[in-house]
């Protein structure tokens, strides 16, 4: 009997962030701003030269997330080697989802990644640093007779929801399909975006 089982390849791509957010203090803060000119693109620098890491990336983190922005993801779906759905993750939500205000099946996983600030101290900054970046990545689910896009979703962080401060966006993580989660690997380490200090100064 001929096997029916097909192939399924999801890839997701678009633009992305690594988000770290950690504590220094206003005197570092201030060298920062003083020395570095506040300026997003020197923050690797100041880390190495004034924080003594290895870069951005070392900063000790009270929240870490790395993903594509899920307003800017797109979607390719393989099944049994044909291409069957290409574009954005709002075209699909819209093609499969049309009567609903959200998909069901995506997974909010905020509140496994954060919300345990510590008390800060009156010397303490918060600051919130975020690279963009162009990710990619391909997974493969198992073999299966059918494809139900209906079953599919993604795995997320809303950052106002595990982060700290005012900063405000969604990072897809990964996949899920029938209730089964897919993690994403995104390589690569990328240009600073922002870097925000909090409080901000009066």
């Known amino acids: ?26 005197e570092q803060a201030s060298i920062f701003r003083e020395k570095y000119g506040n300026s997003a693109s020197k923050w690797d620098q100041f880390c190495v030269e004034v924080l003594d890491l290895q870069g951005y990336f070392e900063l000790p983190s009270l929240s870490h997330a790395t993903g594509i922005l899920k307003d800017q993801l797109d979607l390719k779906i393989e099944f049994g080697e044909k291409v069957i759905f290409e574009g954005s993750y709002a075209d699909c939500f819209q093609m499969y989802f049309p009567e609903e205000y959200e998909n069901e099946n995506d997974l909010n996983l905020s509140r496994d990644y954060g919300k345990y600030l510590p008390e800060l101290e009156a010397t303490d900054m918060l600051v919130s640093v975020a690279t963009s970046e162009f990710f990619q990545y391909e997974i493969t689910l198992p073999p299966t007779e059918i494809f139900i896009p209906q079953k599919l979703g993604v795995k997320f962080v809303a950052v106002d929801e595990f982060g700290f401060g005012t900063i405000d966006f969604d990072l897809v993580l990964g996949l899920c399909y029938s209730n089964i989660q897919y993690d994403a ?3 690569g ?9 909090e409080p901000e100064e009066d």
């Open 185 to 187: 690997d995104y390589p």
């Open 1 to 26: 009997m001929e096997n029916s089982t097909k192939q399924l390849i999801i890839t997701l791509q678009g633009i992305g962030s690594e988000f770290i957010q950690g504590v220094i203090s206003k």
């Open 189 to 197: 380490i990328g240009q600073i975006s922002f870097v925000k200090l």
